[in-house]
């Protein structure tokens, strides 16, 4: 067994720990160590990325569900940075009749890739004055994640973060949105609407502006989509969302 061939296998064994792959690594004794430390970190990178969830759920909850993940899940890229990408969805798997849970998974996630997104500086002022809107296709803040909530999950999480005793868990009366963005140094989170998160979704597919009109007045007539396409544009600019508005290509 060359050395290429031995490190698929010990990686085979990390993840698995069954016998055929211990047989073929010469079931040396010691194993063990490596795979505990293996889990170990793992275990570790997950409570780090999720501390209000853990608060949230408990430590023995989370625990198990963390096992769970480690066991299904195993690390996809070459940095622990990447490790804590689809824990949500292993907690809606585990709990799928507390959406707040996976959801205040989602934001926690959120935060940590928005502070880390590469940098890029909103649309000014000035650069306004020459978008033709009819061809512009607007380029989003590479720091946005935006995402549908169906909890109270956002209340949740900002109880927690702030020290404070977080609210019973409730499904919210509508389904809502939830943006993340950062804003210099700064990570910011508000509630939207639903149409909004849908129109930042659709705006994100192609980017042109009016075709996002053209959705907006399918759903809400031509004077109230147009009417709502600017208040949306005013907010995204206000809040730094937009950092680009090129000619549109189809």
């Known amino acids: 067994m060359n050395l290429g061939q031995w490190q698929r296998e010990l990686r085979n064994w990390l993840v698995s720990a069954s016998a055929e792959t211990a047989a073929n690594l010469g079931a040396k004794a010691g194993l063990s160590v490596y795979q505990n430390n293996y889990r170990t970190q793992l275990l570790g990178c997950l409570e780090e990325a999720f501390p209000q969830v853990r608060a949230w759920i408990g430590t023995e909850a989370f625990f198990a569900a963390a096992v769970t993940h480690i066991d299904q899940c195993p690390p996809h890229a070459w940095t622990l940075d990447a490790y804590p990408q689809g824990f949500d969805q292993t907690l809606a ?9 996976h959801e205040l998974a989602w934001i926690e996630r959120a935060l940590d890739e928005s502070f880390v997104a590469a940098d890029a500086e909103p649309l000014s002022v000035e650069a306004l004055a020459g978008v033709d809107w009819e061809t512009a296709c607007l380029r989003l803040a590479p720091s946005l994640r935006s995402h549908a909530l169906s909890s109270n999950a956002e209340s949740i999480w900002s109880a927690l973060s702030e020290g404070l005793p977080p609210p019973a868990p409730e499904r919210l009366a509508e389904a809502a949105g939830l943006l993340v963005w950062r804003r210099q140094l700064t990570v910011r989170l508000r509630p939207v609407e639903m149409l909004e998160h849908q129109a930042l979704l659709h705006l994100q597919e192609n980017g042109s502006f009016s075709g996002l009109c053209e959705w907006l007045v399918e759903r809400l007539g031509e004077t109230s989509g147009i009417a709502k396409a600017g208040a ?15 000619l549109y290509k189809a």
Do not use: K, Q, S, T
């Not at 949306?232 to 090129?246: C, F, M, P, Q, R």
């Open 232 to 246: 949306l544009l005013a907010n995204w600019l206000a809040g730094e969302l937009i950092v680009g508005a090129d």
């Open 93 to 101: 798997r585990r709990f799928p009749d507390n959406p707040e849970v």
